[in-house]
């Protein structure tokens, strides 16, 4: 079992870039991992994943070419550049992992570990 931790979160305006991060209590080599977020009134929607290796790497068309996933097992973290920034970016962002299953998984009920959580406003 791994236990998540996210940072980086915060207010921006439209057009700023921001970089979370998410610390991983043990080793993540055998984890798919993921950021999703939630914002208030809607369910909570797939950002990005990235494979074991990093190697694959996988977006909904709403940050396509504006957030980027990637992942350094060494350190046992996994990191979101998100640029460009628009006010329906906000939300709590949360990273998410599974080991059990081939990379792919888009929805939330199939992760296993979440972190908390980090808040990310953009301001227009």
């Known amino acids: 079992q791994v236990q998540l931790v996210e940072s980086g979160g915060g207010l921006v305006q439209a057009g700023d870039s921001l970089r979370l991060s998410c610390v991983a209590s043990g080793y993540i080599h055998s984890y798919v991992m993921a950021w999703f977020r939630q914002s208030p009134g809607k369910e909570r929607e797939f950002v990005a994943s990235?494979?074991?290796?990093?190697?694959?790497?996988s977006y909904p068309d709403a940050v396509k070419g504006r957030f980027t996933i990637s992942r350094d097992n060494g350190k046992n973290t996994v990191s979101l550049q998100m640029n460009s920034l628009k006010p329906e970016d906000t939300a709590i962002y949360y990273c998410?992992?599974?080991?059990?299953?081939?990379?792919?998984?888009?929805?939330?009920?199939?992760?296993?570990?979440w972190g908390q959580g980090t808040q990310v406003t953009v301001s227009s």
């Open positions: 998410a992992s599974y080991r059990t299953r081939a990379y792919g998984a888009i929805r939330s009920d199939e992760y296993d570990y």
């Open positions: 990235v494979s074991r290796t990093g190697g694959e790497t």
